[in-house]
Nanobody, 126 residues
Framework: QVQLVESGGGLVQAGGSLRLSCAVSGRTFSTYAMGWFRQAPGKEREVVAAISRSGGITYSADSMEGRFTISRDNAKNTVYLQMNSLKPEDTAVYYC???????????????????WGQGTQVTVSS
């Protein structure tokens, strides 16, 4: 079991950028596929982006319109989410998650992830 701790959330004006980080404990970080999800009040949790174990394969949800980029640094046990051109509708709690997947594959479904962070709030003002 790994532990995940998100950071980097906060209040930003529309059009601004934020970079979220998720630090993962343990020596097996590179064996996990990682993902970012978000949940706004009254809405279901939705996938934002996902990345394979090595970082060579990434997925970004179409609804993010190419504004968000996921990356990882296996030497630092950290996964990142770069968010640009933020909109008020991006306001949500953002979660990172770790799951088991074959090399070269990403996980899109929340139910397939084993471990979750506590979340970090992102608020975008208009």
């Amino acid at each position: 079991q790994v532990q995940l701790v998100e950071s980097g959330g906060g209040l930003v004006q529309a059009g601004g950028s934020l970079r979220l980080s998720c630090a993962v404990s343990g020596r097996t970080f590179s064996t996990y596929a990682m993902g970012w999800f978000r949940q706004a009040p009254g809405k279901e949790r939705e996938v934002v982006a996902a990345i394979s174990r090595s970082g060579g394969i990434t997925y970004s949800a179409d609804s993010m319109e190419g504004r968000f980029t996921i990356s990882r640094d296996n030497a630092k046990n950290t996964v990142y989410l770069q968010m640009n051109s933020l909109k008020p509708e991006d306001t949500a709690v953002y979660y990172c998650a770790a799951g088991i997947a074959p090399a070269g594959e990403v996980i899109r479904a929340a139910a397939a992830y084993r471990s979750w962070g506590q979340g970090t709030q992102v608020t975008v003002s208009s």
